[in-house]
């Protein structure tokens, strides 16, 4: 389901005042879960996205109640949060394997960092000297 929506508040029946504009809604419903993708516009006309996770749940009197989590997502955060997301699912729906590839990248940086110590740099430690038999 998608919309376009926008709100505005009439104060003192005369002056409209923007309250928060939304400008694009996304609703995703996921099993027991509904998830909102709402982009939405500063003062300044900048556009943000909010992502929240909306759950119905069951109250102790047996009230039922919405629990919600919110993300906040900046236009200068985008890409870095596309490329975060898109590695986790990755990682979920094909096993371990962008691990081993982040954990080799990894180590090849750690090791070409100390590329240029020598032997001499370190102690020699025996476990003797630490009492462990």
Known sequence: MEEEAG??????????????EEIYTKVVRAGKRTYFFDVKATRKDD?????????KRVGKE????????????YKEDFEKFSEGLKDAVDYISNG??????ETAL??????SDHSELSSGDFTNLD??????K
């Open 106 to 111: 990894s180590e090849e940086i750690v090791s």
């Open 62 to 73: 047996g009230k039922i109640f919405y629990e919600k989590h919110k993300i906040f997502l």
């Open 7 to 20: 709100l505005k508040e009439v104060i003192n029946g005369s002056k409209e005042q923007i309250v928060q």
């Open 47 to 55: 556009y943000y996205l909010t992502i929240t996770e909306s759950k």
């Open 96 to 101: 371990n394997a962008i691990a081993r590839r």
């Open 127 to 132: 476990f003797e000297d630490l009492d462990i």
